[in-house]
């Protein structure tokens, strides 16, 4: 009984961290939605900042990959 009672414990200690986090989390977001909310308000377009943002979390060679990928689709659909 008592491995039960201490089991239910550390359950219920492990979904409040889960909880906190999520709602750290969602903090977090909404404080991203409003930096893009002030950026769009100063005239820079989002659409372009968040592939930015998502570019820059690539690592290079897989950057550079994608580059040269786009390009080749590109130039085989003559939008170059």
């Known amino acids: 009984m008592a491995e039960e009672s201490v ?5 219920r200690l ?5 909880e906190r ?3 750290e989390k969602k903090g977090i ?14 005239g820079y377009d989002v659409k372009t900042m968040r592939k ?3 570019l820059r979390r690539q690592e290079a ?7 040269a990928l786009l ?5 085989a659909l003559g939008l170059h």
């Open 29 to 42: 977001s909404d404080d991203i939605k409003d930096v893009y909310a002030e950026a769009k308000s100063n």
């Open 21 to 23: 986090l999520e709602e």
């Open 52 to 54: 930015i943002v998502a």
């Open 61 to 67: 060679h897989a950057r550079q990959e994608a580059d």
């Open 14 to 18: 492990f979904i409040e961290r889960i």
């Open 71 to 75: 390009e080749t689709y590109r130039t």
């Open 7 to 11: 089991a239910a414990e550390q359950l």
